[in-house]
């Protein structure tokens, strides 16, 4: 019969009673899932077949939603990462199979499989079951028609959609998608590109879209959009040097029941 180890095995004395210094901190982790966040922007970019913008967006709101309740100790970033991606693929109905997935994976395609396929449900039941993702990207569409038909001052709204974009690329990195609605943030991207490309959308803004009855609520509406441009203002790539000291100290106090690598050498 297979017993499993001891688990002073998968735990060593030296692990279970460290100081609570050898652990990461919550601004460690915080690092740590930015610089995640890069690697799963770029898996997605590479991706071939090319992925659909909602298949990013709602990847990166599965990835920030289920590091609102775990750790990066107990679950490594690199393991849920691929999963919220293939996640994603089926429920924005991209599709593709598990091997056409894994053929974009770098290294040993066998365990990245039987890791996506492991941690699969694990992701749902901590995202609650919710998988309907709205985002900001159709709401973007909907806007540039609307502007287009009733907003005088703008003769061509598609000169503002490259900028519009770069902004939304950035917005991922935030966490405006847990704080604001889909069309807050679409909303703020046009305006960030109008303003860019020297246009006045105040207007539409205030006349046309809040009309006479919303009129209450216009302030609140403008405070929004200021928050969420300065959280994609504030954006900052995480420092290069605290991510190898983090990653350093992951490899020692990260949770080794839920390592792959652990789980293979005692089967």
């Known amino acids: 019969m297979i017993r499993r180890p001891p688990r002073s095995t998968l735990f060593p004395y030296t692990t279970l009673f460290r100081s609570p210094s050898a652990f990461l901190t919550s601004a460690d982790e915080r690092i740590l899932c930015k610089k995640y966040e890069l690697y799963l922007r770029e898996f997605c970019r590479k991706f071939q077949p090319s992925m659909p913008r909602s298949v990013i967006g709602t990847s ?4 920030k939603r289920f590091y609102l309740h775990n750790s990066v100790m107990e679950y490594h970033p690199k393991e849920i990462l691929v999963t919220c991606v293939y996640l994603a693929c089926k429920v924005e109905e991209f599709n593709v199979s598990i091997t056409q997935f894994v053929a974009n994976v770098n290294g040993n395609r066998e365990k990245a499989m039987d ?37 005088t ?17 950035r ?6 998608c847990l704080l604001y609605a889909p069309s807050q943030i ?17 207007d539409y803004v205030t006349d046309v879209l809040m009309g006479t009855d919303g009129k209450d609520k216009l302030n609140k509406l403008i405070e929004s959009l200021k928050n969420i441009r300065t959280l994609v203002k504030n954006l900052e790539p995480p420092p290069k040097d605290q ?25």
Do not use: W
């Open 60 to 63: 990166f709101i599965y990835f």
């Open 115 to 151: 890791i996506i396929l492991n941690n699969e449900l694990l992701l749902i039941q901590q995202l609650s079951y919710n998988l309907t993702v709205h985002n900001p990207f159709r709401p973007v569409e909907g806007f540039l028609i609307d502007i287009k038909t009733r907003c």
């Open 153 to 169: 001052n703008i003769s061509d709204p598609q000169r503002l959609r490259p900028a519009i974009d770069d902004f939304l690329d």
């Open 171 to 176: 917005c991922l990195f935030t966490d405006a």
């Open 186 to 202: 679409a909303l703020t991207a046009i305006v960030y590109a109008a303003g860019k490309m020297q246009e006045n959308i105040n």
């Open 243 to 267: 991510i190898r000291i983090i990653e350093k100290k992951l490899d020692k106090c990260r949770n080794q029941e839920n390592n792959p690598e652990i789980g293979r050498a005692h089967v």
